[in-house]
């Protein structure tokens, strides 16, 4: 269920005078109080501040509640437009605060941001509780489910009335009310450790330092890398020092090229130990609750396992399902992982290094068999991937593939933080498509990773055509001095990605809010994305866009080449790090009995049991494993990646048989996935495109594991 959720504001009588005026103020200063005034009705970003997002988030929910009232007291019989289309309706103001909350949530979380997030995460949970536990409002959308045979509605009609049914039955709402008690306790009890776990990350991240004040200890980095540290360290007030952090454009170079190996060891220990360290940061006793309260909750609603919960409304359906394809894919990877390390630990004993090689070395000896082996230098790359270049290079497949044009707006214009850029998205024939801000750099304040999210999502929400506002944030490595931010070929890939999001969101064509976009299932939600960076690394596109930032000279074809045949360096590394952290996660959500968890134990256990070698740590460990444990999110759904890893690389295939910019089979993609968001079953919307079921041999060759 998506959007239907629900809070009472406490109506206080009796206030005074001085209080009401007070209080009229603050609404006539809250920006979310009225309509926005801004271009494209984007959020008003600049004014918004946050002693708003409480009051406006009360006065939104009330105003839900409002209107689910209207629903539950239509003096009509239930029917699909009175309850089902009225629900997906209602909300609107909600929608609009919680989504600015947390968008800058994770891109710009100050202080006054972090602050409530607990206040707000309770707050929500419990309006979302309110609305789907409420029999009154099931019973109606009940007898409108019973009839649905007789109701002649289209598929997309359909879809919106099994979701909307599902969604509260999964809730909840047809248990014992003391149970449902229970589950509301669960649910706010979960939403709060998320919170805590997810600020304890972020804590631990920005709290690691490598110092170094001996230049010696910098020996084997690349000047860019040096400059970059420094910069670290005099925004830190350290002037005439290097700070490396545990950020990932921080702490990756330095893993790759620093000579000193103690110093490797410190600052990856600093990054895999974060969350474990039995301090107030600590997440091992958060974590066992989360997984315990889950394992209840599925049990509550008549699951077997929190897994078996989630996956239902999975394209994968089953954890079964997820395994088979986990376990196969292992098989082919562990191997190649094992001879990547004897290759690397060959170079050691070569060298006469004297020592078994551990994690802290991988990506130090790797990069060193990539220049053997590949004879290829990241440093010689990145020049030719200058940041606007490769966002220009994405908008340029885009266009040739969907005909949408590009145009960023300079200026004044509201935006999420003052650093992102805006475009204007058209289609065509010009006619408005959408707006894209992307915020490419890392700050404090900022979440790691990388993510598209949507600031308001298309639909028709009300009978009014509503474009969406969609945002791009990034972790890229910065400009340095002089240089421009030159991103190294994984950047550029990710870029890709994201922007493939991004082109899910704008060009969705749906009726509903609750379907539209990228709400689909989490297993297929990254086909749109994953297969954009096989236009990134393709020969043909990367001429296009990969040139020299300073002399715009096109990527070499030796360089291309050089690409092209790392394509398959490292990868048993990279599969088998991300498959350990995707089985570690199906593993704490196929629990079936809540239990006393020592985590650091269970997750050292079933590595172990599966053959993981100890040169190489889980993608994540469980203390920061926020994709499962900061919100439901991914939760068993970890995975989710490599399913739609078998679904892009097969679904890219069609290109590869046609053309890579074949007009048919792009209309094919655009009209039967990117525009559909969910409101077809993802399995018949894949075989819509591709004429049959998804086969796995293309990733496998993809990733030379075939
Ligand atoms: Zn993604």
């Not at 200063?29 to 271009?39: A, E, G, K, L, M």
């Not at 040139?547 to 990279?574: M, W």
């Amino acid at each position: 269920m998506r959007n239907i959720l629900l809070f009472s504001l406490v109506v206080v009588m009796g206030l005074t005078a001085c209080q009401n005026q007070k209080k009229d103020e603050a609404e006539a200063s809250n920006p979310f109080f009225s309509p926005y005034t801004t271009p494209y009705n984007v959020p008003p970003f600049e004014q918004i501040k946050p002693e708003h997002y409480l009051p406006a988030m009360e006065k939104a929910m009330a105003e839900h509640k409002k209107e689910v009232e209207v629903i539950i007291n239509n003096a009509d019989a239930p029917s699909f437009e009175n309850t089902i289309v009225a629900l997906d309706d209602a909300g609107k103001m909600l929608s609009e605060v919680a989504s600015v909350y947390f968008g800058l949530k994770s891109a710009d979380g100050t202080e006054g941001i972090m602050k409530i997030a607990s206040e707000v995460g309770q707050k929500l949970s419990a309006h979302s509780d309110d609305i789907s536990l409420n029999p009154d409002l099931f019973k109606r959308v009940e007898a409108v489910y019973n009839q649905k045979d007789e109701l002649e509605l289209n598929g997309e009609q359909l879809m919106l009335l099994e979701d909307t049914y599902k969604g509260f039955v999964r809730s909840g709402v047809s248990l014992a009310d003391d149970k449902k008690g229970e589950l509301r306790e669960i649910n706010a009890r979960l939403s709060e450790l998320f919170n805590n776990f997810s600020t304890n990350v972020l804590t631990e991240t920005n709290k690691f330092k490598l110092v170094i004040d001996n230049e010696a200890d910098l020996a084997g980095l690349p000047a860019s890398v040096v400059a970059g540290a420094a910069e670290t360290a005099t925004e830190m007030g350290l002037e005439g020092k290097w700070v490396f952090t545990t950020q990932k454009p921080s702490m990756l170079p330095f893993l790759q090229y620093a000579d000193k190996r103690e110093l490797r060891e410190q600052l990856y220990k600093g990054y895999y130990m974060r969350g474990n360290n039995n301090d107030s940061l600590d997440n091992k006793e958060i974590i066992e609750e989360i997984v315990n309260l889950r394992v209840k909750k599925a049990n509550l609603l008549g699951y077997e396992s929190y897994a078996d919960y989630v996956l239902e409304e999975r394209m994968a359906k089953t954890s079964d399902k997820v395994y088979e394809l986990l376990n196969q894919l292992w098989d082919r990877a562990l191997p190649v992982a094992k001879k990547e390390r004897a290759a690397m630990q060959a170079i050691i004993d070569r060298e006469k290094g004297g020592f078994k090689l551990a994690s802290w070395d991988w990506w130090y000896y790797a990069e060193k068999v990539r220049q053997e082996k590949y004879n290829l230098d990241e440093n010689e790359v990145r020049p030719y991937f200058e940041l606007n270049n490769v966002r220009d290079g994405a908008f340029a497949v885009a266009t040739k593939l969907f005909g949408l044009q590009f145009e960023e707006i300079t200026g004044e214009f509201p935006k999420p933080h003052a650093d992102a850029q805006v475009f204007k998205v058209l289609e065509a024939d010009g006619s408005h498509k959408g707006i894209l801000y992307m915020d490419w750099h890392p700050r404090a304040t900022k979440k790691q990773g990388a993510w598209c999210g949507a600031y308001r999502k298309q639909s028709r929400r009300g009978g009014e055509n509503i474009p969406p506002v969609v945002t791009i944030v990034c972790n890229f490595s910065k400009p340095v001095g002089d240089l421009p931010a030159l991103l190294s070929f994984d950047e550029a890939s990710t870029l890709f990605h994201e922007f493939g999001h991004g082109l899910h969101q704008l060009l969705s064509d749906c009726t509903y809010n609750g379907l539209s976009g990228t709400s689909v299932p989490r297993d297929f939600v990254e086909l749109p994305s994953q297969i954009m960076e096989n236009w990134a690394g393709d020969p043909e596109v990367m001429k296009e866009y990969a040139r020299h930032y300073k002399t715009g000279e096109v990527i070499p074809d030796e360089l291309v080449a050089k690409l092209q045949n790392s394509g398959h360096f490292n990868q048993g590394f990279a599969t088998t790090e991300y498959l350990a952290a995707a089985l570690l996660d199906m593993n704490y959500h196929t629990q079936k009995e809540t239990q006393e968890l020592d985590v650091n134990q269970f997750e050292e256990d079933y590595l172990k049991s599966i053959g993981l070698i100890p040169e190489i740590i889980s993608r994540y460990k469980s203390t920061y494993f926020m994709h499962i444990f900061a919100s439901s999110g991914y939760t068993a759904g970890y995975y989710s990646y490599i399913w739609s890893g078998v679904l892009d690389a097969d679904a890219f295939e069609a290109f590869k048989e046609t053309s890579l910019y074949d007009q048919a089979t792009a209309k094919s993609f655009r009209e039967n996935i990117l525009e559909r968001g969910g409101t077809v079953d993802a399995m018949e919307m894949y075989k819509n495109f591709r004429g049959r079921e998804p086969k796995i041999e293309a990733l496998l060759r993809q990733r030379g594991l075939d």
